[in-house]
């Protein structure tokens, strides 16, 4: 059984592939996330923080990610993209969710939703990137 937070952040992925490939308005897609299944059991609150936050700094969370790539972000997937920035977003400002959740969490939803390998490209990028923004956190789980 998916958690709130899990189908969270599989409708905030879909909403952001939606965004990148059609370039909608946040509140398009926000009222189609509403109507999409398993809506109801979501954690709307998770849900509104990752949508909204992820578009509102799209430009600042595409540049944490850069120096983690090995091309430019707008040659990714949409899906790895969606995913990567959803996961950037929870990396920088949900510090109550241990970056290893946000990494799992990211991997999961690629291997449901991306390609066939995605899902290790987006584990190599997070562990980076969480080893950039949660500098502290990821040297003790390291010293474990």
């Not at 595409?62 to 990567?84: G, M, N, W």
């Amino acid at each position: 059984m998916k958690s709130a937070r899990r189908r969270s952040r599989e409708l905030a992925t879909q909403g952001l592939y939606q965004w990148l490939l059609s370039g909608s308005a946040k509140e398009e897609i926000d009222a189609q996330l509403r109507g999409a299944q398993g809506f109801d059991k979501a954690d709307h609150a998770h849900l509104d923080a990752l949508l909204q936050g992820v578009i509102r700094d799209a430009a600042t969370l595409s540049a944490d990610l850069t120096p983690c790539l090995d091309r430019p972000i707008d040659q990714l997937s949409p899906v790895e993209r969606a995913v990567l920035l959803v996961a950037a977003f929870e990396l920088k400002n949900h510090i109550d969710v241990p970056y290893r959740v946000v990494i799992n969490e990211a991997v999961e939803l690629t291997k449901t939703y991306g390609g066939s390998d995605g899902y290790k490209y987006v584990n190599g990028v997070l562990d980076k990137l969480s080893v950039r923004l949660r500098t502290a956190e990821t040297q003790a789980s390291r010293k474990q």
